[in-house]
Each structure stands twice: as structure tokens, then as C-alpha cells.
């Protein structure tokens, strides 16, 4: 069956860095986009952008641009999103999703979400 | 950016209700429209795509329809499972967008 599966929750200081990893299984995965989402706390879902695992292509949410670095390794079928200049804001559950490569398509899976805490 | 507008942003109800969330669109999206439940500490699901197409394995009394700039998720007779909060999403275009959300609970 097909699984998205995600490290574990990671506690950070303003100004560094955090990377999130998501493995996937149970499907090809250079057949799919994953894409990154995140929700803080009290707020809706954001965006941040999405990943061609086929060839590494990505897309960002231009609030994102400079922060946010997408990169997979096709050998172990894992994404990773790396989160840097960490600010208070960035505080929230962070998830990983696929969808079908294209335009149109739904997060018909997701990953169990990992929770990044930034504070001093 | 494409805006989604999404009303009521909170609505209660009883079990057996049937509830309505509607989700407008700041320009066309064609029928690029996905609707998800989220309930806390839980990955979202989707439940509609396509504006109206049921996600293998929903529930049978959640449907979508569209009509002119308006699309509507309707759950015909609530569940007591249902009480979540409920998201669109466009993905006619990048930067993928969501609904700020219509949080549903129980009257």
C-alpha cells in the first residue's frame, strides 16, 4: 500500500536550519509529485512547492524563494525539504503529499506530518 | 495568485444535517477543485476532486458540484466522524492554493 512516511519532530533556534525527509513506498516514485504543506498553529494550509522526483524540477511558493531548498534521492525514494532562517513563524506541522505529475491533480496521499518548533 | 475564498469559516450543526461549504475562485480554475477533511492530529484526506469526482473510499454522502464561480462540498446527512475542518484547493495553477478553512462542530 502506498506510504508516506516522515521523520520525527525537530526543535530549532531562530536563524537555522531544519530538513524533513518523507520515504516513500507502495508506488513509483518518479511517478508522482510530492509536494510540501504546512499548517501552523491556529492557521489554515499553506503551500510551499513541489518536487519532480523524475528529474528534480521544482516549483516554490515565492514567499518561500531563498528559504526553501526541494531535493530527492531516487535510490532510497525520499524527499527531503529544507527549511533555512528559521523565524518564530515557521513554527508548525509540516507535511509531505504526492500528486500525479501535471497539472490538476489532488494530494491523494499524505505523510503523517512532522512538527517543527523554532524558538530560543 | 489565484485567491480562494472559502464560507462559512465556521459553522456548527447536528448530526443529520445537511451542511453546505462553498469555495469561490479570485479568477477561472476550470474544475480544478479538491475538497479535504483535516481533523487535529491527522493528515488531511481528500474527499473530492476534480469539483465533483468522490475520492475512492469517501463516503458516499459527501458530493461536489459547481456552479458559475461558486463550488460546494454538501454532506447530506452528518456523521458523527465528520466534524473536522474542511479545505479547498485549487491546482489550475501554481502557486497551489487553499481555502482559509471552514472549521465544522457539533451544535
Known amino acids: 500500500q502506498v506510504q508516506l512516511v516522515q521523520s520525527g519532530a525537530e526543535v530549532k533556534k531562530p536563524g537555522a536550519s531544519v530538513k524533513v525527509s518523507c520515504k516513500a513506498s507502495?508506488?513509483?516514485?518518479?511517478?508522482?509529485?510530492i509536494h510540501w504543506v504546512r499548517q501552523a498553529p491556529g492557521q489554515g494550509l499553506e503551500w510551499l512547492g513541489w518536487i519532480s522526483p523524475n528529474n528534480g524540477a521544482t516549483i516554490y511558493e515565492q514567499k518561500f524563494q531563498g528559504r526553501v531548498t526541494m531535493s530527492r534521492d531516487t535510490s532510497i525514494s525520499t524527499a527531503y525539504m529544507e527549511l533555512s532562517k528559521l523565524r518564530s513563524d515557521d513554527t508548525a506541522i509540516y507535511y509531505c503529499?504526492?500528486?500525479?505529475?501535471?497539472?490538476?491533480?489532488?494530494?491523494?496521499?499524505w505523510g503523517q506530518g512532522t512538527l517543527v518548533t523554532v524558538s530560543s | 495568485d489565484i485567491q480562494m475564498t472559502q464560507s462559512p469559516s465556521s459553522l456548527s450543526a447536528s448530526v443529520g444535517d445537511r451542511v453546505t461549504i462553498t469555495c469561490r475562485a479570485s479568477?477561472?480554475?476550470?474544475?480544478?477543485l479538491n475538497w479535504y477533511q483535516h481533523k487535529p492530529g491527522k493528515a488531511p484526506q481528500v474527499l473530492i476532486y476534480?469539483?465533483?469526482t468522490l475520492q475512492s473510499g469517501a463516503p458516499s454522502r459527501f458530493s461536489g458540484s459547481v456552479s458559475g464561480p461558486d463550488f460546494t462540498l454538501t454532506i447530506s446527512s452528518l456523521q458523527p466522524e465528520d466534524f473536522a475542518t474542511y479545505y479547498c484547493q485549487q491546482t489550475y495553477r501554481t502557486p497551489i492554493t487553499f481555502g482559509q478553512g471552514t472549521r465544522l462542530d457539533i451544535k
Open positions: 507502495g508506488y513509483t516514485f518518479i511517478d508522482y509529485y
Open positions: 503529499a504526492r500528486s500525479r505529475v501535471g497539472t490538476g491533480y489532488n494530494n491523494d496521499y
Open positions: 476534480h469539483s465533483s
Open positions: 479568477q477561472s480554475i476550470a474544475t480544478y
